[in-house]
């Protein structure tokens, strides 16, 4: 079984202020952890993840995430906000076990303020 | 590579009409998954595919859902006597066997009036 939990379904920052969007999850097995952004009806466009190896993950456009297992966390920051990271963040999990479907959070809408 | 197309992008539909929405997937990635998205949530998992057989079906797809792959290649989603429950935005994504990540489609966005 795996779950995830968003916590803040609404974040808003200043432009140019840090962007932290938090994840945690449950996860029976070692978990793969994903980070999505999904503008305004249009698809899923993956930001970063996590399989193995290094615990910190960079992305595109200056994400990056940490994975922390001692704490079943994976929150994702950004040191600079810019007006166009103003969109629906999705964090989910899915294992090697599962045959790759995805669980996702309920998404954080992120708001950036000129 | 074009990703994974969708189609149609949009459609409304009256309550009780039924609605096909076709899936093509990133060629020679032989499983292949659809999700439904409700507004404000994250996607949820309904069914998924490798090559042409259909594995898993979530207890959300209900017996007025149907799914096929019919070569292994391309994927419909048929909903017959769509209820306004059904509005949605409905997501295909596929991935190869060996890899972490499923790439999305753009969606089908759903809206039963």
């Known amino acids: 079984a795996q779950s995830v939990t968003q916590l803040g379904s609404h974040v808003s920052v200043s432009e140019g202020a840090l962007v932290l969007l938090r994840c945690n999850y449950s996860?029976?097995?070692?978990?793969?952890l994903f980070w999505y952004v999904q503008y305004p009806n249009q698809g899923l466009q993956l930001l970063l993840k996590y399989t193995t190896g290094a615990t910190l993950v960079k992305g595109i456009n200056g994400f990056e995430a940490e994975f922390k297992k001692s704490e079943t966390s994976f929150h994702l920051t950004k040191p600079s906000a810019h007006m166009s990271d103003a969109a629906e963040y999705f964090c989910a999990v899915t294992n090697n076990t599962n045959a790759g479907k995805s669980t996702f959070g309920d998404g954080t809408t992120l708001t950036v303020k000129p | 590579d074009t990703g994974v197309s969708q189609d149609p992008r949009h459609k409304i539909t009256k309550r009780g009409q039924n609605v096909t929405f076709r899936c093509d997937p990133i060629?020679?990635?032989?499983?292949l998954y659809w999700y439904r998205q409700t507004l404000g949530q994250g996607p949820e998992f309904l069914t998924y595919f490798q090559n042409e057989a259909q594995l898993e079906k979530s207890r959300l797809l209900s017996d007025r859902f149907s799914a096929e792959r019919p070569k292994g290649s391309f994927s419909t989603l048929e909903i017959q006597r769509t209820e306004q429950g059904d509005s949605a935005m409905y997501l295909c994504?596929?991935?190869?066997?060996?890899?972490?990540?499923?790439?999305f489609g753009q969606g089908t966005r759903l809206t039963v009036v």
């Open positions: 996860s029976s097995v070692p978990p793969y």
């Open positions: 060629s020679e990635h032989n499983r």
């Open positions: 994504a596929s991935r190869t066997p060996g890899g972490t990540e499923a790439f």
